[in-house]
């Protein structure tokens, strides 16, 4: 019998031999998601640990506790843009641009180098502005030394991220997970004992992070820059600031689509209300972290690797299909779920969370549907764009905050957030089509949504008079979403083959008669 390790004309000719193996798209998916499901694990593990310590945050915080925490972590997120210049960027598309490994090691050391002065440059300008800008995000001048310590978090933090995308350059996601798990349980721990046995409230959320950071920093700076010759190459740095720095930007406008609406919140109602809104919108966030995070760290690098390949463009629309459907798969899950989540892990003062859980997993659906849709812009260098459709939405955004949220509260934040992303998504997808056309398999999405839809409107007539009694009917309207995928039509022939044919191969290893079906 002939090898399954053949060519593809082989395999696509001797199917009934080789199933497993008859679709090259399929096969070529394998690596993307063998990698992607590493890089998944440690970021699920992580989200996972930490969302058990919910409980414990909203035991011994107040909402407005939380509520300061939430605009201390926005505030890092968008000067912390600022301090990467889009280098942590540059360096996955430079580290593939070189085949030489001194080019490769420049690249690197140019990245760190740089990074590390700039980012020591800001962190010296904010310092005397703390009590300003404690006044201009608080109101009041109380919490300036919160501050400080996030100015310091934020440097650890730069150098972190960069050296995180190093090691996804170098596609060292087992070494990426190892580390990421590592800082997470450290930063658990000492939230543990700084909020539950000290009492030091947000404070303590901040030291932990910072002291976690510096020493998994440290680990990463001792594996990825002793080996290299500290210099900067000047030919290597400009290429890729031009290429690096349209994201800063896209940054920047990103954290207004989503993060500035604690802002305006916090003006026109309460930082309890920040504190709520917080966090039902990191349940909603789940979407990304299980489903957009880990495809990414693998995505970004790979899509360039694959750009060379005869059946480039049907691959990525057969990318964008599954990861879309991983998408709504999740979203629907927390959507059904939000009000029993809610109840369950967070204190009585925050049960007002769970009604801006859909519309916010909504929001991430479009907003992530980028990861896919944008990849002619960049194949063809055109990153500019990216930045100019987030300042189309950011400008929505704004515009619909100052709108909805003095009428309408946390509800008015969360739909503005989904419109503005919707408009987002469209932009991008637009572009980038002019840019690189590719057949994105429209009527499988299309199918996808609504079945998803109907999945969810269909959980929400349930009113069960218990808890318990509820999640089972929930349950059992969750698993007619498959069925309704299969019922429209959603799988191709070639991808129920090869679900059939996996699953006869677990079948028979689980029987022990995995031989005939090799």
Not at 165 to 187: E, K, Y
Not at 381 to 391: C, D, E, I, P
């Given at each position: 019998m002939p090898s399954c390790k053949s060519s593809a004309t082989t395999i696509l000719t001797d199917r009934a031999r080789c199933p497993p193996r008859f679709d090259p798209v399929l096969?070529?998916?394998?690596?993307?998601?063998?990698?992607?499901?590493?890089?998944g694990a440690g970021v699920i593990l992580g989200r996972a640990i930490g969302f058990f310590l919910i409980p414990l945050y909203t035991h011994y915080l107040a909402p407005k506790d939380y509520g300061v925490l939430e605009l201390?972590?926005?505030?890092?997120?968008?000067?912390?843009?600022?301090?990467?210049?889009?280098?942590?960027?540059a360096?996955?598309?430079?580290?593939?641009?070189?085949?030489?490994?001194?080019?490769?090691?420049?690249?690197?050391?140019?990245?760190?180098?740089?990074?590390?002065?700039?980012?020591?440059?800001?962190?010296?300008?904010?310092?005397?502005?703390?009590?300003?800008?404690?006044?201009?995000?608080?109101?009041?001048?109380?919490?300036?030394?919160l501050l400080l310590i996030t100015?310091?978090?934020?440097?650890?933090?730069?150098?972190?991220?960069?050296?995180?995308?190093?090691?996804?350059?170098?596609?060292?996601?087992?070494?990426?997970?190892?580390?990421?798990?590592?800082?997470?349980?450290?930063?658990?721990?000492?939230?543990?004992?700084f909020v539950a046995v000290l009492h030091v409230g947000v404070r303590g959320i901040l030291y932990s992070g910072l002291i976690s950071s510096f020493l998994i920093a440290s680990?990463?700076?001792?594996?990825?820059?002793?080996?290299?010759?500290?210099?900067?190459?000047?030919?290597?740095?400009?290429?890729?600031?031009?290429?690096?720095?349209?994201?800063v930007p896209g940054g920047m406008f990103a954290f207004v689509l989503n993060w500035s609406d604690r802002y305006f919140l916090r003006l026109y109602t309460s930082i309890d209300a920040v504190g709520i809104y917080g966090l039902g919108y990191k349940f909603g966030m789940i979407v990304v972290m299980l489903v957009s995070v880990p495809f990414m760290f693998v995505w970004n690098a790979y899509l360039f690797e694959i750009e060379t390949q005869p059946n480039a463009r049907q691959?990525?629309?057969?990318?964008?299909?599954?990861?879309?459907?991983?998408?709504?798969?999740?979203?629907?899950?927390?959507?059904?779920?939000?009000?029993?989540l809610i109840v369950v892990m967070a204190d009585r003062a925050y049960w007002g969370a769970e009604q801006v859980i859909p519309v916010v997993v909504l929001a991430m659906i479009l907003m992530c549907s980028d990861n896919v849709f944008?990849?002619?812009?960049?194949?063809?260098?055109?990153?500019?764009?990216?930045?100019?459709?987030?300042?189309?939405?950011?400008?929505?955004?704004?515009?619909?905050?100052?709108?909805?949220i003095p009428r309408y509260g946390v509800m008015g934040a969360a739909w503005a957030t989904a419109i503005a992303f919707a408009?987002?998504?469209?932009?991008?997808?637009?572009?980038?089509?002019?840019?690189?056309?590719?057949?994105?398999?429209?009527?499988?999405?299309?199918?996808?949504?609504?079945?998803?839809?109907?999945?969810?409107?269909?959980?929400?007539?349930?009113?069960?008079?218990?808890?318990?009694?509820?999640?089972?009917?929930?349950?059992?309207?969750?698993?007619?979403?498959?069925?309704?995928?299969?019922?429209?039509?959603?799988?191709?022939?070639?991808?129920?083959?090869?679900?059939?044919?996996?699953?006869?191969?677990?079948?028979?290893?689980?029987?022990?008669t995995s031989d005939d079906i090799r």
């Open positions: 096969r070529e998916l394998k690596k993307l998601s063998r990698q992607t499901l590493i890089y201390i972590d926005l505030t890092g997120y968008i000067l912390g843009y600022v301090l990467s210049m889009g280098i942590d960027q360096v996955i598309r430079y580290f593939h641009f070189y085949n030489d490994p001194e080019d490769k090691a420049s690249v690197l050391s140019t990245a760190i180098w740089a990074n590390l002065i700039w980012s020591a440059l800001l962190v010296a300008i904010l310092v005397p502005l703390t009590p300003a800008l404690s006044v201009a995000i608080f109101g009041t001048r109380e919490y300036a030394p100015w310091a978090n934020l440097l650890l933090g730069s150098v972190l991220g960069l050296q995180r995308a190093i090691l996804r350059a170098q596609q060292r996601s087992v070494t990426f997970t190892a580390v990421s798990l590592a800082q997470t349980g450290v930063a658990i721990l000492l939230n543990i004992f680990y990463l700076w001792a594996k990825t820059m002793f080996p290299i010759a500290p210099r900067i190459d000047r030919a290597k740095l400009g290429p890729m600031l031009r290429y690096g720095a349209p994201f691959t990525y629309a057969r990318v964008a299909t599954y990861f879309m459907l991983g998408l709504c798969s999740a979203g629907l899950v927390i959507s059904l779920f939000a009000r029993e944008q990849v002619g812009l960049l194949i063809k260098g055109r990153t500019g764009y990216l930045s100019v459709a987030k300042g189309i939405a950011a400008a929505v955004n704004l515009a619909l905050n100052v709108l909805l408009v987002y998504a469209v932009n991008i997808f637009v572009a980038a089509q002019r840019a690189y056309p590719i057949d994105f398999e429209g009527a499988r999405v299309v199918k996808l949504a609504v079945c998803t839809l109907a999945t969810y409107a269909a959980a929400s007539l349930i009113h069960a008079p218990s808890l318990s009694t509820t999640i089972v009917e929930k349950l059992l309207v969750l698993l007619l979403f498959p069925g309704t995928l299969l019922a429209v039509g959603f799988l191709t022939s070639e991808e129920k083959k090869f679900i059939v044919s996996r699953a006869r191969r677990y079948a028979g290893r689980l029987r022990g």
